[in-house]
């Protein structure tokens, strides 16, 4: 009975590992419209992507994201996680090529600073992850310089803005809370002419949304959680790396406690679950890797 008991355990293990392995290479398309700015502009299509954890073999991921040019994106915000691997710049810069003609903007994470190590999956019920010593420096630099050298707005504890079908979208970013390097900008105005204001960081900590609400964004997008990556079927997350309560682990909801559908004030926040995962942990269970399309229309 013991041995029959065991057998079974480890075939429902290996079963869970299948699945986890498939769905994370079960790339989507999330949509949702946002209705912040004002009456009669034009509707902007603004992509979303975050956490890509890219090494430079990730051959179907890079396709798959270039692919992507073809929904007639207006716009691009990146909210970090790019990489994976210290040779893994390149890739990046080519997964996002199609679109670095485009008005983008972009934030890192830890992940784009720091190599991953292997790691117990269960210290994740503990808390959030924290840096470790022996975590190798990755060539951010790099990162940074082909980005900005396309145009793109480095948002890491600045601001700034982009203009994409007659729309300013004001801009103020942070660079990672879920490892101190945030530093809210100054207040400032608004930029003259803007339609809305935006917030972006790559961990969605909520004392890092309570500023970005108070300094007037209407959106806020992040990533980082990669959705709890690990999800129960029909519940959700259990964990998401961060302070964030996990019914907001991904997906589109209000700030603080204002529903997307109320038509109330307050910010809408986007939390992105992200195309990739560590290397040391390439699955997803009830989780499937996204990359989203947010319309922003006029609201109501």
């Given at each position: 009975?013991?041995?029959?008991?065991?057998?079974?355990?480890?075939?429902?293990?290996?079963?869970?590992?299948?699945?986890?392995?498939?769905?994370?290479?079960?790339?989507?398309?999330?949509?949702?419209?946002?209705?912040?700015?004002?009456?009669?502009?034009?509707?902007?299509?603004?992509?979303?992507?975050?956490?890509?954890?890219?090494?430079?073999?990730?051959?179907?991921?890079?396709?798959?994201?270039?692919?992507?040019?073809?929904?007639?994106?207006?716009?691009?915000?990146?909210?970090?996680?790019?990489?994976?691997?210290?040779?893994?710049?390149?890739?990046?810069?080519?997964?996002?090529?199609?679109?670095?003609?485009?008005?983008?903007?972009?934030?890192?994470?830890?992940?784009?600073?720091?190599?991953?190590?292997?790691?117990?999956?269960?210290?994740?019920?503990?808390?959030?992850?924290?840096?470790?010593?022996?975590?190798?420096?990755?060539?951010?630099?790099?990162?940074?310089?082909?980005?900005?050298?396309?145009?793109?707005?480095?948002?890491?504890?600045?601001?700034?803005?982009?203009?994409?079908?007659?729309?300013?979208?004001?801009?103020?970013?942070?660079?990672?809370?879920?490892?101190?390097?945030?530093?809210?900008?100054?207040?400032?105005?608004?930029?003259?002419?803007?339609?809305a204001r935006i917030g972006v960081a790559h961990a969605p900590y909520r004392r890092v949304l309570d500023q970005m609400a108070a300094?007037?964004?209407?959106?806020?997008?992040?990533?980082?959680?990669?959705?709890?990556?690990?999800?129960?079927?029909?519940?959700?997350?259990?964990?998401?790396?961060?302070?964030?309560?996990?019914?907001?682990?991904?997906?589109?909801?209000?700030?603080?406690?204002?529903?997307?559908?109320?038509?109330?004030?307050?910010?809408?926040?986007?939390?992105?679950?992200?195309?990739?995962?560590?290397?040391?942990?390439?699955?997803?269970?009830?989780?499937?890797?996204?990359?989203?399309?947010?319309?922003?229309?006029?609201?109501?």
């Amino acid at each position: 009975m013991a041995r029959r008991v065991v057998a079974g355990l480890a075939a429902v293990a290996a079963a869970g590992v299948a699945w986890g392995l498939a769905e994370a290479r079960a790339f989507t398309v999330r949509r949702h419209e946002v209705p912040i700015l004002p009456p009669g502009s034009r509707p902007v299509r603004l992509l979303h992507l975050s956490d890509l954890h890219l090494t430079p073999g990730q051959r179907r991921k890079v396709a798959w994201v270039r692919a992507l040019a073809s929904e007639q994106i207006d716009a691009v915000v990146t909210t970090g996680d790019n990489l994976a691997h210290p040779d893994a710049v390149p890739t990046a810069l080519e997964a996002l090529e199609p679109f670095l003609g485009l008005p983008g903007a972009f934030v890192f994470g830890s992940n784009d600073y720091h190599g991953p190590l292997p790691k117990n999956p269960l210290d994740y019920f503990g808390g959030p992850s924290r840096l470790r010593p022996k975590q190798a420096e990755l060539p951010t630099e790099d990162l940074r310089a082909g980005l900005v050298a396309q145009g793109w707005v480095d948002l890491n504890n600045a601001r700034g803005s982009i203009a994409a079908v007659g729309s300013v979208l004001d801009l103020v970013g942070v660079d990672d809370p879920h490892i101190g390097r945030d530093r809210m900008p100054e207040p400032a105005p608004e930029v003259d002419g803007a339609s809305a204001r935006i917030g972006v960081a790559h961990a969605p900590y909520r004392r890092v949304l309570d500023q970005m609400a108070a300094d007037g964004a209407s959106l806020i997008l992040a990533g980082h959680t990669h959705g709890g990556q690990v999800c129960v079927p029909f519940y959700g997350a259990l964990v998401t790396n961060c302070d964030l309560d996990t019914s907001r682990a991904s997906g589109l909801h209000g700030w603080p406690g204002v529903r997307p559908d109320s038509g109330g004030k307050g910010a809408y926040v986007h939390v992105s679950a992200g195309l990739g995962t560590s290397p040391y942990a390439p699955y997803r269970i009830a989780c499937r890797p996204e990359a989203t399309i947010l319309t922003l229309v006029p609201g109501v």
